[in-house]
């Protein structure tokens, strides 16, 4: 009988292919069958693991999502650990979510492709709030450890704020996917650092007392 790992992992490849899929072609091209030859599978082995296209699809956007997360946290634990400031940490985190590379960019295409049908598909649509609600979780908290070591005034409201950046990231992002060649020739990608730095920097206006004491 295969490992636990072994499901996992095949689990994980047909989410990777139908991603793959989604990125070279579009939604529309993921099919059971095109997923199994993408990941190098029998359509028997697929349905094994996933009933319907619905499931797979389901399976394969918490994959997305889930890798996207991963290199968020890993940003948070790496400002802390290194004693960054919080508003630098926050950029950081703020541009994995732009697709200023082919990685990102793939990434993207696939999300929104997702958020697409999670129109009319409940399932779907919940993965898209809560990743939505997660990354404003992130923005308020850290807003909020501003307010305490001194990055963010004290009265500021740090749902309103995280509200207001994650517009704006979300703004930028889509920007960057319709025209990464920019207008007249001149690439989007080379504002993206400087306003987001803008838009933090209405925000967390002061310096961390914690590293500077």
């Known amino acids: 009988m295969p490992r636990t790992a072994d499901h996992e992992q095949r689990r994980r490849q047909i989410a990777d292919a139908?991603?793959?899929?989604?990125?070279?072609?579009?939604?529309?091209?993921?099919?059971?069958?095109?997923?199994?030859?993408?990941?190098?599978?029998?359509?028997?082995?697929v349905q094994h693991y996933f009933r319907t296209k619905d499931e797979m699809l389901l399976h394969a956007f918490r994959e997305v999502s889930a890798r996207i997360r991963a290199r968020v946290e890993q940003r948070i634990s790496d400002g802390v650990e290194q004693k960054r400031p919080i508003a630098r940490v926050m950029a950081e985190v703020m541009t994995e979510y732009i697709p200023l590379?082919?990685?990102r960019r793939a990434e993207y295409r696939v999300t929104r492709a997702f958020a697409g049908r999670a129109l009319d598909a409940p399932a779907l649509a919940e993965v898209d709030t809560e990743s939505a609600r997660r990354l404003r979780e992130d923005?308020?908290?850290?807003?909020?450890?501003?307010?305490?070591c001194g990055e963010v005034d004290?009265?500021?409201d740090p749902?309103?704020?995280?509200?207001r950046l994650a517009a704006?990231?979300?703004?930028?992002a889509l920007q960057v996917y319709r025209?990464?060649?920019?207008?007249?020739?001149?690439?989007?990608?080379?504002f993206v650092a400087p306003l987001l730095d803008a838009e933090i920097?209405?925000?967390?206006?002061?310096?961390?007392?914690q590293y500077t004491a």
């Open 101 to 103: 590379d082919e990685a």
């Open 201 to 209: 920097g209405v925000v967390f206006t002061g310096e961390c007392r």
């Open 18 to 45: 139908v991603s793959q899929l989604i990125s070279e072609q579009g939604l529309d091209a993921v099919t059971v069958a095109r997923t199994a030859a993408a990941a190098g599978m029998s359509v028997g082995l």
């Open 154 to 156: 004290e009265h500021l």
């Open 179 to 190: 025209e990464p060649e920019g207008v007249a020739g001149e690439s989007v990608t080379r």
């Open 168 to 172: 704006v990231m979300e703004g930028l």
């Open 139 to 148: 923005i308020t908290r850290a807003v909020h450890n501003g307010k305490e």
């Open 159 to 163: 749902r309103s704020a995280a509200v």
